[in-house]
RNA sequence: GGCCUGUUGGUCAAGUGGUUAAGACACGGCCCUCUCACGGCUGUAACAGGGGUUCGAAUCCCCUACAGGUCACCA
């Protein structure tokens, strides 16, 4: 049974990197049938943020990441709060110190800060490595703060990943690191592979920001005897400016991607193609589609560069793919803003405009022009490919009112009807009439439908009166 | 600075020794068209550099450069 975890510190925000983490988590464990867990790292007491893990939860709920076990999930590996979790992970350590693995340390930060050599190597020097049992027991008793650190052992240590292959590192390279800290909260380090050996994880998914502390944690699986995971460990996702994202320089968070109008859907599918390819070409996937098709095999090594054009696209495209009574309800509320005429049929022009955006805030730039005619000038019936002028702008207009007023049926069939056969008696080109009319009732150089739409779409009275209102334009400008 | 990893068009990204080096976004052109958009067609544009290995290297090896990561009582 596949098993994978999303753990997350409730430290802010998530960015896109972190979502896309938590992506491929449920992804490889959907993929398999297996499960998807939530886990709190809140063992830096200092950097929690108030309400960090409530907006978590809201990001996965709203990119469709239902997690199978959690906080607020249940499941039978609780806590999944690592704070609640304290003394499982005392007591591992003092298992390791038992075994002579672990060791407690009782240097201070003045002597630990003595030993850094300016180039952001400060290995510990081992001076608590071998304090007698009576030593150790005599500070605890004294109440000198402690810490317990791991003993590393010398040699090499190797690790596949799946993604980046094999990886030797020297044991050297390592720290006797910290595995309780003097608040008696477990390192991060030690929390994690505790409870991923306790709640069975068998895929770790993670940026490769951990791929060099991998053999850290190695050590302490083997010092457990414990079983190592399988390793996934993520290439970056950089800004625009080719740095890591981070919640610190205020990079894109899913909830400013929400709020700036991208559906959950389209952020969610493309940021499963950042990092991933599918083995054919296909670049729209629903959820449910991404989970059957995704494979450890399209993981790519190296990091890419989120592109908001791109996620722009892909809007559209989701929009455009769009079920026409879905987008209605979606852009309802933004076309009762913008078009408060009553005859109008809102669904039309939700119609009318669901091919032509990217984001529901682009509607009322869209339909602006149906509630009021805008000022525009006479110069917009100039169109040189639609071979018009002001003057034969003018004679179709004062035609097509004389037309359209005696037109007993006003429905889009109809004034098609209607309009054609007057382009056809005045042996005109089509642009010549069309244009003058789309012009007269939008006032804008383009409109989200052609001439007889906008006619059927405003209705009879406001046809007409735009229309005389582009003649008088045209008689004025002519003067 | 040590260690680890990466480097294919502006961006995403196929490619695993022999290809005219895919495709998508963006950009330009054309077509379609009742304007615009959609759609269709098309164009510009890439294997970081240098050495090897090989009949043959984007693909394998080495060096260099650049980028990122990591070296915390942060996660």
Known sequence: MVRTRYAPSPTGYMHI????????EYLIAKRYGGIFILRIEDTDRNREVYGAVEKIRQTLRTAGLAYDEGPDAGGEFGPYVQSERVEIYMRHAQELVDKGKAYYCFC?????????????????????????????????????PWVIRQLIPEGDTAFVDQVYGEITISNSELDDQILIKSDGMPTYNFANVVDDHLMLITHV????????????????????????????HL????????????????????????????????????IALLGWSPSDNQEIFSLEELSRSFDLKGLSKSPSTFDVTKLTWMNGEYFRRMDPEKFYELSLGSLKESVKLKSVDLKKVAELVQPRINFIHEIPALVDFIDALPEYDASLYTHKKMKTNSQNSLESLKKALQA??????????????????L?????????????????????KPSSPCGATELCALLGRDLSLKRLRLGIEKLISCSD
């Not at 940026?207 to 850290?216: F, V």
């Not at 005696?406 to 056969?421: G, P």
């Not at 382009?423 to 006032?443: D, F, H, V, Y």
Request: proline content about 3%.
């Open 17 to 24: 990197g972190n979502l896309r983490t938590a992506l491929y």
């Open 108 to 144: 201070d930060k003045k002597r630990l800060e003595s030993l850094d050599d300016g180039l952001g190597n400060s290995k510990y020097d081992r001076r608590c490595l071998n304090l007698s049992k009576e030593e150790v027991k005599r500070n605890l008793d004294d109440g000198i």
């Open 205 to 232: 998914v993670r940026g490769n920001e951990y791929l060099s502390s991998t053999p850290k944690y190695n050590l302490l699986y083997d010092a457990f005897g414990w079983q190592i995971p399988t390793y996934i």
């Open 235 to 270: 290439p970056l996702i950089l800004n625009e400016k080719g740095e890591k994202l981070s919640k610190r320089r205020g990079d894109a968070s899913f909830e400013d991607l929400l709020e700036a109008g991208f559906l959950p859907e389209a952020i969610v599918n493309c």
């Open 404 to 421: 359209l007023e005696s037109l007993d049926c006003w429905d889009e069939q109809s004034l098609h009807a209607r309009i054609f056969k």
């Open 423 to 443: 382009i056809e008696e005045l042996g005109i080109k089509n642009g010549q009439m069309l244009w003058p009319i789309r012009t007269a009732l939008s006032g």
